[in-house]
């Protein structure tokens, strides 16, 4: 019999929440390692191993490890049953891409953790703020030409995998969200979505009981 994945994961990272809601909505059962980042237990030997990297997620999987969330999940849905994450249609493809990216590069690596250790206490919050509202701010433009009921069209996507968790980020550093009503919406509709509820980070077994 196959062993279970394995998903080592912080309940707060955004990056391991895109790939909780990925599994999730594949229905693939998991077993989950939470590796405490406030502890900096992403420094330690044990887990650099997988990721020299030192950062959340990693999913070991058919018999190797796999680092990056969005790589993840394109494996995940390239070998994996329904539904789809990606779309098979080139240029919508590449719009999910376009947008996970805006994410994934241009906005959540400005906010995270070493790098808000190294901005200091004192300026952290303006300066996670800045980079979220100046990011969400061109994600809003563009998803205004992309959005049906979710980020692209009406299916769920790897770009509303990226979403989400970002929105919960926005709200950390205290983002008016008022200022974004597309994004709003399409973040109030995946939030009753079952995968996105169960990938939560209240959901899950690392959350601290005074959060959940
Ligand atoms: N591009 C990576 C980024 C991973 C990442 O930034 N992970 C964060 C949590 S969301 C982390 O582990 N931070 C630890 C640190 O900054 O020390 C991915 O998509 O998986």
């Not at 502890?39 to 887990?47: A, R, S, V």
């Not at 009406?154 to 950390?172: F, H, I, K, S, W």
């Not at 009753?192 to 601290?208: M, R, S, T, V, Y």
Request: glycine share 6%; with cysteine.
């Amino acid at each position: 019999m196959a062993t279970k994945p394995v998903l080592y994961s912080y309940f707060r990272s955004s990056c391991s929440w895109r790939v909780r809601i990925a599994l999730a909505m594949k229905g693939i059962a998991y077993e989950y390692k939470a590796v405490s980042l406030l502890k900096g237990e992403q420094m330690q030997e044990k887990y650099q191993v997988l990721t020299p990297m030192a950062q959340v997620p990693s999913l070991e999987i058919d018999g190797f490890v796999i680092n990056q969330s969005l790589p993840i999940i394109e494996y995940l849905d390239e070998t994996r049953g329904e539904p789809a994450l990606l779309p098979k249609d080139p240029k919508q493809r590449c719009i999910v891409r376009q947008i996970s990216e805006i994410i994934n590069s241009g906005i959540q690596p400005l906010q995270n953790l070493k790098i808000l250790k190294y901005v200091g206490d004192d300026k952290k919050l303006e300066w996670g703020h800045k980079f979220i509202d100046e990011g969400l701010a061109a994600l809003e433009k563009m998803l205004k030409t992309t959005a049906g009921k979710y980020s692209v069209g009406d299916e769920v996507t790897m770009a509303d995998l990226c979403l989400v968790p970002q929105v919960y980020n926005a709200g950390r550093f205290k983002v008016d969200m008022s200022k974004f009503p597309t994004i709003s919406r399409i973040n109030a509709a995946l939030g009753e979505l079952d995968a996105f509820i169960a990938a939560h980070p209240n959901k899950q077994p690392d959350c601290p009981d005074d959060l959940k």
